[in-house]
């Protein structure tokens, strides 16, 4: 393989590694450890960890190395008060603007998620279901939300971990209600009704809502959760 596919590999290995968790939040990244795994000079593996950086994947650290972006408490009280805003927008807009082309990979991207939910594991639904939210950002194509919509997903993405790991009959129902607003947030969209899209949005973030408290202990984030329970995407 060449070198630039290498460089490819690892940074799309990264990315999942660090969606999933199997690359825990705050965890150090050992350079010379992934240069040797990867077959790969120092150099294009920092240009890796840069662009991850700028990307909101990894954080990186004068006279120390990389580590995986962490979620801390300010994290996690700024993705409660910045989610229900930018993903309400995010849904509007792509049913607004999205064109047929992506339509049809959004319906793909949902084939793909219910496959998961059937047969795979949880780090498959997880990315299965961020590939879902990513095409609603490309259909909404605006160049001052994209990044921090971007962004907010790289957190939900490992947040919501827990919510695809059901472990009673309730979260598993709510996984296939999940999979069943999936398909109404792509009817809405492709019917250009950025009004259901937006409640719809509200919809879905009700439902993961509880399970994304679960994971975060709100009762030390100081956030008025109620009041937040606003569009955004399980």
């Not at 408490?73 to 805003?85: E, I, S, V, Y």
């Not at 997903?153 to 695809?164: E, G, Q, V």
Request: hydrophobic share 45%.
């Amino acid at each position: 393989m060449a070198a630039k596919d290498r460089k490819s590999t690892l940074a799309t290995h990264l990315k999942h590694a660090i969606l999933t968790t199997a690359r825990q939040p705050g965890a150090d990244l050992d350079e010379a450890a992934i240069c040797a795994e990867f077959d790969l000079s120092r150099t294009p593996v920092r240009e890796v960890f840069r662009e991850l950086a700028g990307l909101g994947y990894v954080d990186l650290r004068d006279n120390r190395g990389p580590r995986v972006a962490d979620l801390s408490h300010t994290t996690l009280r700024d993705f409660f008060l910045a989610a229900p805003m930018i993903y309400g927008a995010i849904l509007r807009l792509a049913a607004r603007n999205a064109t047929d082309m992506q339509i049809q990979a959004l319906r793909a991207a949902q084939d793909r998620f219910r496959a998961a939910l059937r047969d795979g594991s949880t780090p498959d639904r997880t990315l299965a279901n961020n590939r879902f939210h990513e095409i609603t950002g490309e259909m909404a194509g605006n160049i001052y939300l994209l990044p921090s919509f971007h962004r907010l997903l790289i957190d939900h993405a490992r947040i919501s971990m827990t919510f695809y790991r059901p472990e009673n009959a309730t979260m598993a129902d709510n996984v296939a209600e999940a999979s069943r607003q999936h398909d109404a947030i792509i009817e809405a969209i492709a019917a250009r009704d950025e009004g259901a899209a937006a409640g719809l949005a509200e919809e879905h973030w009700n439902l993961s809502r509880h399970e994304i408290e679960r994971f975060v202990m709100p009762t030390a984030l100081d956030v008025p959760m109620g009041r937040l329970s606003r569009s955004s995407p399980a």
